[in-house]
């Protein structure tokens, strides 16, 4: 908007602040139609990979959990049990302890 | 292991792409679906959540999901953030439509943070770099502007279902600059470290916002006597079915100040869709968090709003900078409200080195949280002493200001550089870190170590 308006102030030599130029003209909302990328990425294959693949990747990518810092097993239980209290996450009861030691193991605290 | 997965630039799957798009819908998604494709692998190996998933959602996260499912032909470089114990490395990433090079925090849905280099440019962040922040990974990639609507409901007199038309040119414009600032910025600097969006400090910016007045709106459809509060809502889903949908709330008398906005544009454009278009929620000086992107249905509600979002999600303890100690339990949380202070040096980074004896111009930008800033201090003896800024011009009390010094380092070796804002209310930012589970509210006066040559 700026950028179209001001050629035109300059052109005709108005004195005017971009402020002023702008709302003399109304803004006009243009329809947007775009894809989102998304990522394949798998969690690091190791015993559990498996289960945090199949339970976790529905609602995010990997990239957020391989970004968290080091945790404790108790703090990664946490987060495990927020997703499925908090957020729904459907994760069959068998393989919770299966993600929370694969994520303990993977980024543990030391 | 925040470098797992980068790859470089590939044309032949950059091309691949290209022609992807042109392809009909139902082509690319047979086209484009990988193998083996997660979506089939959860639907195959999992009962459970095929039952609670709905097809409508599946189909829409692989819809959404379509452009580079198979590889990330798009990670190109690669950025450390100064995190304390890591991991470090985050992908800068152009794949997203409608933005320049972000941070990579998170692909779906997306995270992406502001290169901090950015702010050094001036007080406004530019729409393609502003950065973005997503709950739920089901997010409409298609916005017709004749066929959306507002809808403002509830506790009111008459329930209006607004066109964009009838926003745009039915109500009066106001235009205002403000900081939108993620109550979790500069989450991966908090110690402990907490799980989160490890933010550095670059999930907030600034834009000149246009639209209209929420109060106008409101009044246009009358609230009835007893509304106690409002709740926002936007097009965004959760992928799971029964999982709360993303809402927000705010106090009657806040939403009637007649500073709470309802945006059509940032910086003089519609919004780039990945940060709300074609209408946001802005609330001039609190968090982020209540600034709902892809605004469609207002209620006027006659009770305090209980949904998850509001009474549980983005609180904090209710004491002195949101801070507990870590492991303190029995406190009393209220939901996150009002910014506070926060300054950064943009010119100069950790680590730089400046020739000794030599005048050095520092500079950067500065918001006083709720309100405008009053001064910007800096101190290179640890706090001892401090000399106040020069301020730059005063865009709006809600946006970035920009400031500027010079000093002169007397001797070679190591210095400390301190930044301090202190706000029009005379709050300053606090010596000490805060630190809360959730990793909100950081402002801790910002330190640079600065090496004289």
């Known amino acids: ?110 | 292991m925040g470098k797992a997965g980068c790859a470089p630039v590939n044309v032949a799957e950059s091309d691949t792409r290209a022609d992807v798009m042109n392809e009909p819908v139902g082509r690319r998604f047979e086209v484009l679906c990988p193998t083996p494709n997660i979506l089939e692998v959860l639907m195959a190996n999992h009962g459970v959540l095929h039952s609670m998933i709905t097809r409508r959602r599946l189909l829409a996260a692989a819809s959404a999901a379509s452009v580079a499912l198979s590889r990330p032909a798009w990670a190109q470089k690669m950025i450390d953030l100064p995190l304390p114990g890591g991991p470090d490395g985050r992908q800068i990433t152009t794949a997203f439509p409608q933005k320049g090079p972000m941070i990579l925090q998170r692909t779906r849905p997306p995270l992406l943070e502001t290169p901090f280099e950015v702010f050094d440019k001036g007080t406004f962040t530019p729409n393609d770099q502003f950065y973005v922040r997503w709950h739920w990974a089901l997010i409409p990639t298609d916005v017709e502007t004749d066929k959306f609507t507002l809808t403002v409901r509830g506790h009111v007199n008459q329930t209006l279902t607004l066109s964009l038309q009838d926003i745009l040119h039915g109500l009066p414009r106001v235009d205002l600059p403000a900081v939108n600032q993620c109550s979790g910025n500069s989450r991966g600097f908090f110690q402990p470290r907490v799980p989160g969006g490890e933010w550095a400090n670059g999930a907030m910016g600034n834009a000149l916002w246009t639209g209209v007045r929420l109060k106008d709106v409101l009044d246009k459809a009358g609230v009835k006597a007893g509304a106690v509060q409002v709740r926002f809502k936007g097009l965004d889903e959760p992928v799971v079915a029964d999982a709360p949908h993303f809402m927000k709330s705010l106090d009657i008398d806040h939403a009637r100040d007649g500073e709470v906005m309802i945006a059509y544009a940032m910086n003089g454009e519609q919004l780039p869709l990945v940060n709300g278009f074609p209408l946001r929620l802005v609330v001039p000086g609190w968090y982020a968090t209540y600034w709902v992107k892809m605004l469609n249905d207002i209620e006027v509600l006659d009770q305090p709003d209980s949904n998850y979002w509001t009474k549980v999600a983005y609180t904090i303890p209710d004491t002195p900078h949101a801070s507990i100690k870590p492991g303190e339990t029995g406190v009393k949380m209220i939901p996150i409200n009002r910014m506070v202070p926060r300054s950064f040096a943009t010119n100069i980074a950790s680590g730089g080195k400046v020739n000794t004896a030599a005048p050095v111009t520092v500079r950067g930008i500065a918001f006083g949280g709720d309100c405008g800033v009053e001064r910007v201090d800096f101190s290179i003896d640890r706090g001892q002493s401090w000399h106040q800024t020069q301020l730059g011009k005063d865009e709006g009390k809600y946006g970035f200001r920009q400031w500027q010094t010079q000093l002169t380092l007397p001797a070679p070796g190591a210095y400390n550089f301190l930044v301090r804002c202190t706000n029009s209310n005379g709050v300053a930012q606090p010596e000490m870190p805060n630190w809360n589970p959730a990793g909100f509210m950081r402002n801790v006066t910002e330190s640079i170590d600065i090496v004289a040559v």
Not at chain 1, 60 to 85: R, T
Request: aromatic share 4%; glycine share 4%.
């Open chain 1, 1 to 110: 908007m700026f950028r179209k308006l001001l050629p035109i102030a300059v052109l005709l030599g108005v004195a005017t602040t971009p402020l002023v130029a702008r709302s003399a003209t109304p803004l006009e909302l243009k329809n947007v139609k775009i894809d989102l990328p998304d990522s394949d990425q798998m969690f690091p294959a190791r015993p559990g990979s498996d289960a945090i693949n199949n339970n976790c990747l529905a609602c995010h990518s990997a990239d957020m959990v391989l970004n968290q810092p080091a945790m404790s097993k108790q703090a990664w239980a946490a987060e495990v049990n927020k997703m499925i209290n908090n957020y729904k996450a459907p994760i069959a009861s068998e393989d919770v302890g299966t993600i929370v030691d694969y994520l303990t193991a993977l980024k543990g605290a030391k």
